[in-house]
T-cell receptor, first 115, second 111 residues
Framework: GAGVSQTPSNKVTEKGKYVELRCDPI?????LYWYRQSLGQGPEFLIY????????DSGLPNDRFFAVRPEGSVSTLKIQRTERGDSAVYLC?????????????FGPGTRLTVL | KNEVEQSPQNLTAQEGEFITINCSYS?????LHWLQQHPGGGIVSLFM???GKKKHGRLIATINIQEKHSSLHITASHPRDSAVYIC?????????????FGTGTRLQVTL
C-alpha cells in the first residue's frame, strides 16, 4: 500500500531489554514524526526529522530513547533498557514537508508492552 | 492546564443524532487537525483547517481563531462513527511542525 507502515505491530519485551521500532513513510515525504500514546491519552510528540536530520528531538523523554533516519526515508526508534513506563503505542507520521499546510499521515502504530 | 482541551471526554449517542465535539486551545496556531482513531490504534486525518469551515460528507469542522475554539459535528450519526476523535494543533511559534494533541473524545453510537 501507499500509506505509512510500521513494524512490528505489537512488541512485548522484558524490562531492561533493547527494542527497535521501524517506520516506513509515504514515498517522497521528507518529514517524519514520532509520537507516543499512552493508554487513555492523546499522542505526545517525541521527535521529527526533515530528511536525514532530527530537526527537533525535544520530546524524547530521556537518553534511553534515540531515533535515526540515515537515508531520509525509513526511520528507527530505539529504546534502551526498557522500563514498564515505556509501554505505549508508538505512532509514526509523515508529510510532504514541514510547512503547516502539509497534512500528516499516520501509520497504524506499534504497541509496545514492557513486562 | 493542557494546551489543547476537548469536551466531552465521552459521548454516547443514538443512531441518527447530531453530534458536536468541542476543542479549545491556548496557543496561537497555524493549523488545527481533527483526527479519528478506531480501536487498534490507526489514526485517520479528517480535517485540517486554519479558518472557517470545512465539510466532508456527514462531517463538518469549524474553527474560530479569535476564540481559539473548534468544533467537529457529525450529522445523522451511525454506529460506524464510533471511535475516538482527537483534536490536534500546530503552533505558530517555536517548533511549528509538531502537533500537540487533546486527550480525545470517545464516541459510541448505538442503534
Amino acid at each position: 500500500g501507499a500509506g505509512v507502515s510500521q513494524t512490528p505491530s505489537n512488541k512485548v519485551t522484558e524490562k531492561g531489554k533493547y527494542v527497535e521500532l521501524r517506520c516506513d513513510p509515504i514515498s517522497g515525504h521528507t518529514a517524519l514524526y514520532w509520537y507516543r500514546q499512552s493508554l487513555g491519552q492523546g499522542p505526545e510528540f517525541l521527535i521529527y526529522f526533515q530528511g536525514t536530520g532530527a530537526a527537533d528531538d525535544s520530546g524524547l523523554p530521556n537518553d534511553r530513547f534515540f531515533a535515526v533516519r540515515p537515508e531520509g526515508s525509513v526511520s528507527t526508534l530505539k529504546i534502551q533498557r526498557t522500563e514498564r513506563g515505556d509501554s505505549a503505542v508508538y505512532l509514526c507520521a509523515s508529510s510532504l514537508g514541514l510547512a503547516s499546510y502539509n497534512e500528516q499521515f499516520f501509520g497504524p502504530g506499534t504497541r509496545l508492552t514492557v513486562l | 492546564k493542557n494546551e489543547v482541551e476537548q469536551s466531552p471526554q465521552n459521548l454516547t449517542a443514538q443512531e441518527g443524532e447530531f453530534i458536536t465535539i468541542n476543542c479549545s486551545y491556548s496557543v496561537g496556531i497555524s493549523a488545527l487537525h481533527w483526527l479519528q482513531q478506531h480501536p487498534g490504534g490507526g489514526i485517520v486525518s479528517l480535517f485540517m483547517l486554519s479558518s472557517g469551515k470545512k465539510k466532508h460528507g456527514r462531517l463538518i469542522a469549524t474553527i474560530n481563531i479569535q476564540e481559539k475554539h473548534s468544533s467537529l459535528h457529525i450529522t445523522a450519526s451511525h454506529p460506524r462513527d464510533s471511535a475516538v476523535y482527537i483534536c490536534a494543533v500546530r503552533a505558530n511559534t517555536g517548533t511549528a511542525s509538531k502537533l500537540t494533541f487533546g486527550t480525545g473524545t470517545r464516541l459510541q453510537v448505538t442503534l
